[in-house]
């Protein structure tokens, strides 16, 4: 059972703004970075956000991360068909001693 | 090219072991640790641990300890993952990936599939 929840799913129409939360505590979000992986249909993760906002070159300007507190958010604006996939947000949990991943959000575009 | 390729499906019955290997070419092994991700079918993924690529350290998560092993072969860049006395709930898709700094994979492996079936 992961330490962070995200919801199950979201959805959007082509252009929307979508936000996937992924809320945690003091030992992971609250005291480290956090990350996201897009995992698109039958492939592996691929880094999307690192260090709570950072995006690797490559990733398209519409996908941004936030962190504040003991949670976190990813928005993806202007929704595209291709980032219909599963996210993931993950962080070091200080008491676990250990990486931890969040329970993943399917995104579906309508 | 930067990229860690990993050995193909395996089908194993119920008892038996399998090693699943990562090699690792385009950049210098030594210096990024490796660690390894489960995905069981349709379900999320769950870390389970890393080995330090210089050292041949393992750690691996609570869930991980006994069956699993990493292990590491410097001299062909390629890490390891074998899983003995296989169980049903271990069949699922096995990640390495590549970490770096303030933890996180910037490069990770197409997946290995173990099916574990009688």
């Known amino acids: 059972q992961s330490v962070l929840t995200q919801p199950l799913s979201a959805s959007g129409t082509p252009g929307q703004r979508v936000t996937i939360s992924c809320s945690g505590s003091s030992s992971n979000i609250g005291s480290n970075a956090v990350t996201w992986y897009q995992q698109l249909p039958g492939t592996a993760p691929k880094l999307l956000i690192y260090i709570n906002n950072q995006r690797p070159s490559g990733v398209p300007g519409r996908f941004s991360g936030s962190k504040s507190g003991t949670s976190a958010s990813l928005a993806i604006s202007g929704l595209q068909s291709e980032d219909e996939a599963d996210y993931y947000c993950?962080?070091?949990?200080?008491?676990?001693?250990?990486?931890?991943f969040g329970t993943g959000t399917k995104v579906t575009v309508l | 090219q930067v990229q860690l390729v990993q050995s193909g499906s395996e089908l194993k019955k119920p008892g038996a072991s399998v090693k699943v290997s990562c090699k690792a070419s385009g950049y210098v092994f030594s210096d990024y640790a490796l660690n390894w991700v489960r995905q069981a079918p349709g379900q999320g993924l769950e870390w389970m641990g890393w080995?330090?690529?210089?050292?041949?350290?393992?750690t691996y998560a609570q869930a991980f300890r006994g069956r699993f092993v990493f292990s590491l072969d410097t001299s062909v860049s390629t890490a390891y993952l074998q899983i003995s006395s296989l169980q049903s709930g271990d069949t699922a898709f096995y990640y390495c990936?590549?970490?770096?700094?303030?933890?996180?994979?910037?490069?990770w492996g197409r997946g290995s599939l173990v099916t574990v079936s009688s």
């Open positions: 080995i330090n690529t210089s050292t041949g350290k393992a």
């Open positions: 993950a962080a070091w949990d200080e008491s676990l001693n250990g990486y931890v």
């Open positions: 990936a590549r970490v770096v700094g303030s933890w996180y994979f910037n490069l």
